[in-house]
T-cell receptor, first 111, second 115 residues
Framework: GEDVEQSLFLSVREGDSSVINCTYT??????LYWYKQEPGAGLQLLTY?????DMKQDQRLTVLLNKKDKHLSLRIADTQTGDSAIYFC???????????FGKGTRLSVIA | GAGVSQTPSNKVTEKGKYVELRCDPISGHTALYWYRQSLGQGPEFLIY????????DSGLPNDRFFAVRPEGSVSTLKIQRTERGDSAVYLC?????????????FGPGTRLLVL
């Protein structure tokens, strides 16, 4: 079945770059997403990438996709304390619409 | 409405009781999704509605769980004979047409605690 794997914790200093990694198993996934969840809040869509793209940049966010290795990463430039949250990688397996999420990476930003 | 809303925000119940959780999607969105997020886990899919009908209910864990969307807007997730293992945050999301590339917009969730 589908499975999305992420490392559970990441700690960075304010102003540094953060890189959150994700691997997925369904090679036919057409869309891959990054969601952010702050304490007590719902999931906020950060960005997404189509499977026919290698990279997508959106202000401080850069998404890299390696389809061969089924590896997705999210880079946050100039990380701020407000970026502290849990980041979820999610895929939409081919032919389906429900999202399949990883367990999330908790990003802690040290001032 | 402006976003997806869910009520109640918190629900405490006793083992064996019946609960209903409500989701009010973004106006005009035909697709509605329920997910469950246990502590330390990512959200897991429960059921997906396209209009009034359940297009995919493969994520419902057992027959104690049931969901309806009678008029194609508000949805209610119903849990019978609650168990302590049902404690989780129940998230609702909606999207315009239910197509794979659409953004799913999430509500803040209902935190259910079964004592």
């Amino acid at each position: 079945g589908e499975d999305v794997e992420q490392s559970l914790f990441l700690s960075v200093r304010e102003g540094d770059s953060s890189v959150i990694n994700c691997t997925y198993t369904d090679s036919s996934s057409t869309y891959l997403y990054w969601y952010k969840q702050e304490p007590g809040a719902g999931l906020q869509l950060l960005t997404y990438i189509f499977s026919n793209m290698d990279m997508k940049q959106d202000q401080r966010l850069t998404v890299l996709l390696n389809k061969k290795d089924k590896h997705l990463s999210l880079r946050i430039a100039d990380t701020q304390t407000g970026d502290s949250a849990i980041y979820f990688c999610a895929e939409v397996p081919s032919g389906n619409t429900p999202l399949v999420f990883g367990k999330g990476t908790r990003l802690s930003v040290i001032a | 409405g402006a976003g997806v809303s869910q009520t109640p925000s918190n629900k405490v119940t006793e083992k064996g009781k019946y609960v209903e959780l409500r989701c009010d999607p973004i106006s005009g969105h035909t697709a509605l999704y329920w997910y469950r997020q246990s502590l330390g886990q990512g959200p897991e899919f429960l059921i997906y509605f396209q209009g009034t009908g359940a297009a995919d209910d493969s994520g419902l864990p057992n027959d104690r769980f049931f969901a309806v969307r009678p008029e194609g807007s508000v949805s209610t997730l119903k849990i019978q004979r609650t168990e302590r293992g049902d404690s989780a945050v129940y998230l609702c999301a909606s999207s315009p047409y239910g197509q794979g590339q659409e953004t799913q917009y999430f509500g803040p969730g209902t935190r259910l605690l079964v004592l």
